[in-house]
Each structure stands twice: as C-alpha cells, then as structure tokens.
C-alpha cells in the first residue's frame, strides 16, 4: 500500500520561514509528478507547487519567488521550502504524488499539515 506522510508544519510569524518534506512509501514502481496543495478553512484544495520527475517545476502565481519545491528521486520525497510567509499562507498543506505502484496506480494524498502564519 502506498502512503505519503508529511512533516514540518507549525506556527511562525509573518515573514518567517518553514519546511515541508513528504516521504512515499510502499511498493511504489515509479512517481510522476509530486506536489504541494493547501486548503484553508472554507475553501478550495489549490496547488500551491508540483514537480516532475524530470524536475521540472509549476507554482502558483502568489507562492514565485518565496516558495521553492525539490524532490529527490532516489528517496522518494519531496519538499517545500517557504520563505517570507504571510498570514494568507495560513492553510492545511496536502502532499501530492502521482504514483505508480507494483499494485495500484493513482493519486495519492498525504493526512495533511497545518501551517499558521500569524501577523
């Protein structure tokens, strides 16, 4: 069974930094893209940034510039450095992964971590 489990949410001050990292694990053949999502309270689950393999990166228009995405291929993790965080940051940040596994294949979620950013 394939899982994904983040770390590294918390509460930091405006203008702060944190780091997300996401592990997969399982019987996992190959990952495709791996990413970062947020959602906060009463609204939409949006991309915050997404890495392919080839690493190749998309973020979203308010995170370029502050946020950067890497991945490690051999160790099957990815992760979010954030800098310079504002309060509008705040949101519960899901890890992403397009996997392809021994047994199944899809898209996987991390449980989600909570980031606070307070003003």
């Known amino acids: 069974q394939v899982q994904l489990v983040e770390s590294g949410g918390g509460l930091v001050q405006s203008g702060g930094s944190l780091r997300l990292s996401c592990a997969a694990s399982?019987?996992?053949?190959?990952?495709?893209?791996m990413g970062w999502y947020r959602q906060a309270p009463g609204k939409q689950r949006d991309l915050v940034a997404l890495?392919?393999?080839?690493?190749?990166?998309n973020y979203t228009d308010s995170v370029k510039g502050r946020f950067t995405i890497s991945r490690d291929n051999a160790k099957n993790t990815v992760s979010l450095q954030m800098n310079s965080l504002k309060p509008e940051d705040t949101a519960a940040y899901y890890c992403?992964?397009?996997?392809?596994?021994?047994?199944?294949?899809?898209?996987?979620w991390g449980q989600g971590t909570q980031v606070t950013v307070s003003s």
């Open positions: 992403y992964g397009d996997i392809r596994g021994y047994i199944s294949s899809g898209n996987y």
């Open positions: 890495i392919r393999r080839d690493g190749l990166t």
């Open positions: 399982g019987r996992i053949f190959s990952i495709n893209a």
